[in-house]
């Protein structure tokens, strides 16, 4: 059974910072493409951040030069540090994990906000 567990999401101010980690389960997590999507009220879920098994990263245009993607291919965990926030970011953010199959975590919320 495959489960994806997302964590640190939370309140913070403008400017703050928050790590969202997402531990995964039943796959074999080092040949799987991560990734962090976001859903605000009202709008579509998007594309936030991806990385390759070999390391190679995607970000949104929103999010360049703020947000960092990581993995620890020996702890089957992905990060998403997240600094500079600003209050369009709030969203819940979900974890992806693709190969052949696509699989998703439930979701941490997170809320920019003075």
């Known amino acids: 059974q495959v489960q994806l567990v997302e964590s640190g999401g939370g309140l913070v101010q403008p400017g703050g910072s928050l790590r969202l980690s997402c531990a995964a389960s039943g796959i074999i997590f080092s040949t799987y493409i991560m990734g962090w999507y976001r859903q605000a009220p009202g709008k579509q879920r998007e594309l936030v951040a991806t990385?390759?098994?070999?390391?190679?990263?995607n970000y949104a245009d929103s999010v360049k030069g703020r947000f960092t993607i990581s993995r620890d291919n020996a702890k089957n965990t992905v990060y998403l540090q997240m600094n500079s926030l600003k209050p369009e970011d709030t969203a819940v953010y979900f974890c992806?994990?693709?190969?052949?199959?696509?699989?998703w975590g439930q979701g941490t919320q997170v809320t920019v906000s003075s």
């Open positions: 990385i390759t098994n070999s390391g190679s990263t």
């Open positions: 992806n994990a693709n190969r052949r199959a696509s699989f």
